[in-house]
């Protein structure tokens, strides 16, 4: 299974941006994705994720400015991000949490992340 992720960049503050993301290969089936990022020096933060029934969970520093959403046919998880801010500079990260079959039928928990990419928010 891979993660695509694309949509990254340059955007002043202020602006908008959109990520998107999307799993690719077979016998994965996919629980929830979610976005997390991370600046040097940091730990890794969740941002946003949604399940396949579109529950949805944020950070509170991106509540009422980013709005993730999953395209359940496509497999692709799309991060909205509005308003952006100095602070919201990051590597962003893709991750898809879900589960394998195995060979005696039963699941396989497994996640998988993407490969990052670099939002900068300039001031």
């Known amino acids: 299974v891979q993660l695509q992720a694309s949509g990254g960049g340059l955007v002043p503050g202020g602006g908008s941006m959109r990520l998107s993301c999307a799993a690719s290969?077979?016998?994965?089936?996919?629980?929830?994705m979610g976005w997390y990022r991370q600046v040097p020096g940091k730990e890794r933060e969740l941002v946003a994720a949604?399940?396949?029934?579109?529950?949805?969970n944020y950070a509170d520093s991106v509540k009422g400015r980013f709005t993730i959403s999953l395209d359940n046919a496509r497999n692709t998880v799309y991060l909205q991000m509005n308003t952006l801010k100095s602070e919201d500079t990051a590597v962003y990260y893709c991750?898809?949490?879900?589960?394998?079959?195995?060979?005696?039928?039963?699941?396989?928990?497994?996640?998988?992340w993407g490969q990052g990419t670099l939002v900068t928010v300039s001031s």
């Open positions: 991750h898809a949490d879900g589960y394998h079959r195995g060979y005696y039928g039963e699941d396989i928990s497994t996640d998988y």
């Open positions: 290969g077979s016998g994965f089936s996919i629980n929830a």
């Open positions: 949604i399940t396949n029934g579109g529950v949805t």
